[in-house]
């Protein structure tokens, strides 16, 4: 019989100090699930997907309700992190394939290209806002920690 203990009975990770997240593009609540297990606090919460907002409310017996775009900053809580889950960004891989075939009538000279500027509202072009938005709050609230979603072509769009 091994009587090794398993890495997981160790003892209870306890937080030196408490911290503050804002969550954006919350979805189900991953990034909650997490950080509240080490310390953290959620000070605000903003999905605008209604299937999401229905399970992080059961989950959690908050809202989540609410556009980034919506939102003055000075209505948003201070906060030490900021975490946010994109949808798929028209930068990303799957952005920039999806955006190819959204329309399939518009001839691809008539697409729009993929990236950051990306508006087109009727191909669900929006969703390229996202960042900019989040970037308009990270500018004015200044959170000591970002964690955004690993979408392939971040950091690599546009050179």
């Known amino acids: 019989m091994n009587n090794q203990s398993n890495f997981f009975e160790k003892e209870t990770y306890e937080p030196k100090s408490n911290f503050t997240v804002a969550e954006f593009c919350s979805g189900i609540g991953g990034f909650r699930l997490g ?13 605008i997907d209604k299937y999401a907002i229905e399970t992080y409310k059961h989950w959690f017996n908050e809202d989540s ?23 798929c960004q028209p930068f990303s891989v799957a952005g920039v394939v999806s955006n190819r075939h959204w329309d399939k009538n518009k001839p691809a000279s008539k697409k729009q290209k993929s990236g950051f ?40 769009h546009d050179k």
């Open 117 to 156: 500027d990306y508006k087109d509202i009727k191909e669900g072009g929006e969703q390229g806002q996202v960042f900019n938005g989040l970037l308009r709050i990270i500018k004015k609230k200044r959170p000591k920690v970002l964690l955004l979603e690993n979408v392939r072509g971040l950091l690599s």
């Open 35 to 47: 950080l509240e297990k080490i310390g953290g606090e959620i000070v605000i919460a903003s999905e």
């Open 65 to 87: 309700e609410g556009d980034l775009f919506e939102y003055k900053t000075s209505d948003i809580p201070d906060h030490d992190i900021l975490t946010a889950g994109f949808p």
